[in-house]
């Protein structure tokens, strides 16, 4: 079959891959119809190389048509249209069970002192292949793949596998009281979405981003947008005005890593880019190598009192934080990958209840398989009013 591999920094290639097939009596093996393309995607792309191994097949936010099953399956049965969540979990083990599918005991990497396994995501995650291909493997086939029903076009469901999970747990972490202010860092899909429910729950929501053409979607749904070139330095003194001097009630990172306006740590990103391996993951394991530029802002940003949720991922492990200004103002912070069955229930019925989220009209471009290193590229660069990618294989 063909997929999307990774090769190397900024080097992604469609190459021939041996097919998927059942291996495990509960394995389902899924037709791709759709694939998106994801700002986690992108950190691996350019930071996180050295967990990564030449021809790994990328994506977790797959759908498509059950192909085969194995024989202990009876949950889905081929034919059956299905959403495949970017975390792989069992379903069944403690964790699962209080709804911490993230974090799944049956899949939790204990090599690497991480949480559960995900679809196309590093040796840290497993090294599983993932979605950007014609086919997918995907094991716990009674409890893992959700199923979904005819009707609407792929785009209506697709986001399951990660962005509507991830903004709705983004916002429910953010703990913005009733009528309160939540204001969304970065406009990417995730901050985007999460701008969405936001409104959707009845908050005012504020914004920040630096690309045109993001704040202008946000801003074209009442979003109260702020443009970082414009308030490099005034940004705080802003926002606190605009939120009755003190600051919105939640704020949400949906930046992550890879921020703009942290020079120096982009600085140690890159140099470490070009250490053999060994020496990349040395540095990595035992240093700083965060972009904190929007965390720093969430921590100035939120009110006394207030929570910051961070939904944007981050990797280094003694990243420096400020202490004093968090114990002092009495911030609450959650954060984590997102539990993505947790939410199904709760968005579901947003989806077949009309659209009130705007899904069907969420992604910017639609590509052959064949195209995604094109793709990568331009949604890396932001270039052509690239937003959300999907790739149809
Ligand atoms: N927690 C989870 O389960 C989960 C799931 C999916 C994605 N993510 C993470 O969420 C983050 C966002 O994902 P995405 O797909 O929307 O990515 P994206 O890269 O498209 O979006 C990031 C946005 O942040 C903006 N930005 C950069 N620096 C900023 C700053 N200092 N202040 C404000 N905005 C800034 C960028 O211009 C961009 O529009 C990524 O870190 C991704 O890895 C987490
Ligand atoms: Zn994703
Ligand atoms: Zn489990």
Redesign the pocket.
């Given at each position: 079959m063909k997929a999307v591999t990774w090769q190397g920094k900024r080097d992604v290639r469609v190459e021939e891959v041996p097919d998927p097939g059942i291996r495990k009596p509960d394995d389902v093996i899924v037709r791709i119809t759709s694939s998106a393309v994801?700002?986690?995607d992108?950190?691996l792309y350019e930071v996180m190389t050295p967990y990564l191994n030449e021809g790994n097949v990328l994506g977790h936010e797959p759908m498509g048509v059950v192909e085969e099953v194995g024989p202990e399956v009876n949950a889905v049965a081929p034919g059956d249209r299905v959403v495949v969540p970017f975390n792989i979990c069992c379903g069944s083990c403690w964790m699962c069970s209080q709804g911490l599918y993230s974090q799944c005991e049956t899949t939790q990497q204990h090599e690497h002192g991480t949480g559960a396994a995900l679809f196309g995501y590093t040796e840290l995650y497993g090294e599983v292949p993932g979605g950007q291909a014609e086919y997918l493997r995907v094991p716990f086939g009674n409890t893992l793949p959700i199923k979904v029903p005819e009707g609407p076009a792929d785009d209506r469901f697709l986001f399951l596998s990660?962005v509507l999970p991830?903004a709705w747990q983004g916002v429910e972490y953010a703990a913005v009281p009733d009528g309160g202010t939540l204001l969304v860092?970065?406009?990417?899909?995730?901050?985007e979405m999460a701008t969405r429910i936001g409104q959707h729950r009845g908050y005012r929501v504020l914004a920040?981003?630096?690309?045109p053409d993001?704040l202008e979607r946000a801003r074209s749904h009442g979003v109260e947008v702020y443009d970082?070139q414009e308030h490099e330095d005034d940004l705080v003194e802003v926002v606190r005005e605009a939120t009755g001097g003190r600051g919105p009630d939640s704020v949400l990172d949906?930046?992550?890593?890879e921020?703009?306006?942290a020079p120096v740590a982009k600085a140690v990103q890159q140099a470490a880019g070009f250490l053999p391996s060994v020496l990349q993951r040395k540095v990595m394991d035992n240093a700083s190598m965060d972009r904190l530029?929007?965390l720093y802002?969430a921590i100035e940003l939120v009110r006394r009192g207030g929570t910051i949720s961070v939904?944007?991922?981050y990797g280094g492990t003694s990243d420096p934080l400020p202490m004093r200004v968090l114990f002092d103002k009495q911030v609450q912070i959650r954060m984590?990958?997102?539990n993505v069955l947790r939410w199904v229930p709760e968005i579901m019925p947003l989806l077949l209840d009309g659209d009130p989220l705007g899904t069907d009209a969420f992604a910017s471009h639609r590509v052959p398989l064949d195209q995604a290193p094109d793709a990568y590229e331009k949604f890396q660069k932001?270039e052509d009013g690239y937003f959300k990618v999907v790739l149809q294989p």
């Open positions: 994801c700002g986690s992108l950190h990660d991830t860092l970065g406009l990417g899909p995730i901050g920040v981003d630096l690309v993001r970082l949906a930046v992550g890593m921020a703009h306006g530029h929007a802002l939904s944007g991922v984590g990958q997102a932001k």
